[in-house]
Structures are given as C-alpha cells and as structure tokens.
C-alpha cells in the first residue's frame, strides 16, 4: 500500500529556500527508504513549504515514518508545522 505523508510548515519568516539544506541533511542522517521525497512552495507565499515523503507500507497500523517525525520535529523551530499521513485508496 502506497503512503503519502505531508509536513507542511508555516514559517515565521524563514524564506523556504533556505531551510532546503536542513532538510538534506535530515534525510542523509535517517537513512530510511522512501519511494519519492519532493519539496514545494506555496505559489505566492514565500514562508510556506510542503513536503511529501511518498513509501510503500503494510496496511493497518503503521504510523509516520521516522524521517517524517524528524523533519516535523526539526521544523517545528521555524514555525507551524502538520503532518499528516494518507494512504492510498484501492
């Protein structure tokens, strides 16, 4: 089952761009597998930022991905953050 999960921050002024090296260097240090992690702003608000961590995951109770906590977590310093998981519908 294919799992999307979404950090989406809210920064207090941080410009997004750069907060990319944080969150590089945060996915070097896990090490975790993930099938696509991808980065996008908000057309026309230079302080919002989305990631998406794209895995593959059994069904039922598997929770967040420890890379995903992580940059929630590490995240949190710069603004307001959600996470949320999603999985896909079959």
């Known amino acids: 089952m294919l799992r999307l999960e979404i950090i ?4 207090s002024g941080e ?3 750069s907060l990319a090296k944080l969150i590089s260097a945060s ?3 896990g090490g975790e597998e993930v099938s696509t992690l ?3 702003r ?3 608000l ?3 930022l989305a990631i998406h961590v794209c895995r593959h995951g059994t069904a ?4 967040p ?18 996470h949320t998981v999603w999985e896909e519908l079959k």
């Open 8 to 11: 989406h921050l809210r920064s």
């Open 15 to 17: 410009p997004v761009e």
């Open 27 to 29: 996915i070097r240090e």
């Open 38 to 40: 991808k980065l996008y």
């Open 42 to 44: 908000r057309h026309g």
């Open 46 to 48: 230079e302080t919002d």
């Open 60 to 63: 039922g109770g598997e929770g």
């Open 65 to 82: 991905s420890d890379l995903a906590l992580r940059l929630a977590s590490e995240l949190r310093a710069y603004g307001l953050v959600e």
